[in-house]
């Protein structure tokens, strides 16, 4: 079991800056595929990024790519989201998730309760 906790969060004007982080319980946590996820509203959830677990390889989305930058430190069980040149159609709640290695990419066995990221033009 992973519980994981998100912060971070707030508002912010178009071109500024944020960064997220997650902590994350449990002894296990280096054994997980770290992800961020994130859901405007009247949208459906979507992903943003994710760090294998030693940290040597990151994915992106298209739309973040350049701009946000995800890492991790295994011993301290935690996991950030570095969000730069921040735009409005980035406003969602961001959610901080776990996934196992057979997990689908884009899917996760553990989810945090979401943080709130507002940017204003």
């Known amino acids: 079991q992973v519980q994981l906790v998100e912060s971070g969060g707030g508002s912010v004007q178009a071109g500024g800056s944020l960064r997220l982080s997650c902590a994350a319980s449990g002894r296990t946590f280096a054994s997980y595929v770290m992800n961020w996820f994130r859901q405007a509203p009247g949208k459906e959830r979507e992903y943003v990024a994710s760090?294998?677990?030693?940290?040597?390889?990151?994915l992106y989305a298209d739309f973040v790519k350049g701009r946000f930058t995800i890492s991790r430190d295994n011993a301290e069980n935690t996991v950030s989201l570095q969000m730069n040149s921040l735009k409005p159609e980035d406003t969602a709640v961001y959610y901080c998730?776990?996934?196992?290695?057979?997990?689908?990419?884009?899917?996760?066995?553990?989810w945090g309760q979401g943080t709130q990221v507002t940017v204003s033009s």
């Open positions: 760090i294998s677990q030693s940290g040597a390889r990151r």
């Open positions: 998730a776990a996934r196992s290695p057979s997990t689908p990419l884009h899917e996760a066995d553990y």
